[in-house]
């Protein structure tokens, strides 16, 4: 990171960014003290909509601290924070549906999936080059670092693009599963399971457009050394 005068173009979505994620802490507050009526725990619905799906090769685990929950690939397993793993709240339930939505997407080969794992290791190195390469051009006048530093960061753009399916897509499959196994059947319950699933959504939104402003920034940088 570094400050001019093209930083106004981040602002407003560092704004969003904060919103983003006061929104999933209020709502995942909000939702952890309301019961769901299936009494299910998330690791227990985890593993319903699991073998459910006809898959029997995901374990789910528990994993320290809070909303740290994620679904593992490459070892085939869901990890669910303490909260998540054992209580059996909407948000708890809305979590482990959304992760084992990973595992489903995996296992049934979600092209977007396979895209963002392909791309995953470039992106990783381009968001940590990008920066630096660019910068270096920039003081050195050396353009053809500047453009370098471009090309990199616009495949961590790339990767936040691809992963934007992925978590929606994610989201809705928790939302049928939970409907279609009738693990949720009250409206209310429903509705409380799409809020907090929604206000999740968000971050990866807010990301994506902090990702793309870096990269306008980087444009107008580089535009403005011809």
């Given at each position: 990171?570094?400050?001019?005068?093209?930083?106004?173009?981040?602002?407003?979505?560092?704004?969003?960014?904060?919103?983003?994620?006061?929104?999933?802490?209020?709502?995942?507050?909000?939702?952890?003290?309301?019961?769901?009526?299936?009494?299910?725990?998330?690791?227990?619905?985890?593993?319903?909509?699991?073998?459910?799906?006809?898959?029997?090769?995901?374990?789910?685990?528990?994993?320290?601290?809070?909303?740290?929950d994620h679904y593992n690939?490459?070892?085939?397993?869901?990890?669910?924070?303490?909260?998540?793993?054992?209580?059996?709240?909407?948000?708890?339930?809305?979590?482990?549906?959304?992760?084992?939505g990973h595992a489903i997407?995996?296992?049934?080969?979600?092209?977007?999936?396979?895209?963002?794992?392909?791309?995953?290791?470039?992106?990783?190195?381009?968001?940590?080059?990008?920066?630096?390469?660019?910068?270096?051009?920039?003081i050195f006048s050396y353009?053809?670092?500047?453009?370098?530093?471009?090309?990199?960061?616009?495949?961590?753009?790339?990767?936040?693009?691809?992963?934007?399916?992925?978590?929606?897509?994610?989201?809705?499959?928790?939302?049928?599963?939970?409907?279609?196994?009738?693990?949720?059947?009250?409206?209310?319950?429903?509705?409380?399971?799409?809020?907090?699933?929604?206000?999740?959504?968000?971050?990866?939104?807010?990301?994506?457009?902090?990702?793309?402003?870096?990269?306008?920034?980087?444009?107008?940088?580089?535009?403005?050394?011809?």
């Open positions: 990171m570094f400050f001019d005068g093209t930083m106004i173009l981040i602002i407003p979505v560092l704004i969003l960014a904060f919103w983003a994620q006061a929104k999933v802490r209020s709502n995942f507050t909000k939702y952890s003290r309301i019961r769901a009526n299936s009494g299910l725990t998330g690791a227990e619905v985890a593993e319903h909509i699991l073998h459910a799906n006809g898959i029997h090769d995901v374990v789910v685990l528990p994993e320290k601290g809070e909303l740290t690939p490459s070892t085939k397993e869901v990890h669910l924070s303490g909260p998540i793993f054992s209580g059996s709240s909407l948000a708890s339930i809305s979590i482990a549906a959304h992760e084992v997407q995996h296992a049934r080969g979600y092209y977007p999936v396979v895209l963002r794992a392909q791309i995953l290791p470039a992106a990783n190195f381009g968001s940590s080059m990008a920066f630096p390469l660019f910068i270096l051009g920039l353009p053809m670092l500047m453009d370098i530093g471009i090309i990199l960061f616009s495949i961590a753009l790339l990767f936040h693009l691809v992963t934007l399916p992925v978590e929606f897509n994610a989201s809705a499959r928790a939302i049928t599963q939970l409907r279609e196994l009738g693990i949720v059947t009250d409206k209310g319950e429903i509705n409380g399971c799409k809020n907090m699933l929604s206000a999740a959504a968000m971050t990866y939104v807010a990301s994506t457009l902090m990702a793309l402003m870096q990269l306008i920034r980087l444009l107008l940088l580089r535009g403005s050394r011809k």
